[in-house]
């Protein structure tokens, strides 16, 4: 029979544990069976700013696209040369009249009919169901951009300012020594999808510190600073701003990358949330509890 021990030891914000165990079973037989603990693992404030950000995220990214198509090419330097686009998306047509979606990248053509550059008969580079709004209109897709572009740095002060003053920043994101030894261990496992148990499921492993801190302090930053660089009255204000980039231009593609390296970090959260979990994850970002099971413990049942 399984063991139920509760636990106010917390992954993101630890505090010194604190187990009960809330029933056993007396006998003179010595069993080896799972115990299950309760490990308070998320603090409110996580909790909010992490479902905050779901549809702050979402709304940043599908208006992103929509300005995207307005000039669906990417350059570097401070110019916007056709014949020198970083990547392009755009539709083109055959000498049959065959309509089709040619993406481009370092002059590199590949066909993406029927997904980027031409889908749906229409001549967009991304879709109508990956922008808001669905139609072509820039002016509103400018609009959603730059209202949730502030709920979100919003957010993200108000978390950042929580994670150093809880010191979750420097407790539980930054990697250790010790973490960086066993980073080798840490991408087998990953990559022969063999995930933390016991104890070791209570705490961020090394790739997911590194991770998270290269998201928060690094990506994230980036996104909100190369998208400020393309504000005329930014500019105006610090003119350095678009220097230290390397121009307008290079800007907008730098908050292009800086986006999709969120997108792929989203993903794979999301995948590794399915793996390792899904209703127990979910249900310590809404309540904070997180079950542990403890395999092959020793007890009296």
């Not at 392009?88 to 002059?107: N, V, Y």
């Not at 609009?143 to 108000?158: D, E, T, Y």
């Not at 907008?252 to 399915?274: E, K, L, N, P």
């Amino acid at each position: 029979m399984a063991l139920l021990i509760q636990s106010e030891e917390a992954v993101t914000d630890q505090r010194p544990p604190v187990s009960e165990t809330l029933s056993t079973v007396s006998s003179p037989m010595v069993s080896s069976s799972p115990v299950i603990e309760r490990v308070y693992r998320h603090r409110l404030p996580v909790r909010i700013s992490h479902w905050l950000n779901v549809p702050f995220l979402i709304i940043l990214i599908m208006s992103g696209l929509q300005i995207f198509n307005a000039h669906p090419a990417l350059y570097w330097g401070d110019r916007s040369d056709r014949d020198q686009a970083v990547l392009s998306i755009r539709p083109m047509q055959t000498e049959s009249g065959e309509e089709m979606g040619i993406t481009t990248i370092l002059g590199h053509k590949f066909d993406t009919t029927g997904v980027l550059g031409y889908s749906d008969g229409m001549r967009r580079a991304f879709p109508a169901w990956a922008t808001i709004p669905s139609a072509k209109w820039l002016a509103m897709g400018r609009q959603w951009h730059l209202f949730f572009a502030w709920l979100f740095v919003i957010n993200g002060l108000i978390f950042t300012a929580y994670a150093f003053a809880s010191r979750h920043a420097t407790r539980d994101l930054a990697p250790t020594g010790k973490d960086f030894r066993g980073i080798g261990k840490s991408l087998r496992d990953h990559l022969l999808l063999r995930h933390p148990s016991g104890k070791e499921a209570k705490r961020y492993n090394v790739l997911q510190k590194l991770a998270y801190a290269c998201i928060l302090f690094g990506v994230a930053p980036l996104i909100v600073l190369t998208g400020l660089a393309m504000s005329p009255t930014i500019d105006t204000a610090f003119p350095w701003l678009l220097t230290i980039l390397g121009g307008r231009q290079a800007a907008r593609t730098i908050h292009f990358v800086a986006c999709f390296s969120f997108v792929g970090f989203i993903v794979i959260h999301v995948v590794q949330v399915i793996l390792t979990g899904f209703f127990n994850n979910i249900r310590s970002m809404v309540t904070g509890w997180f079950l542990v099971q403890h395999k092959g413990v020793r007890h009296e049942v």
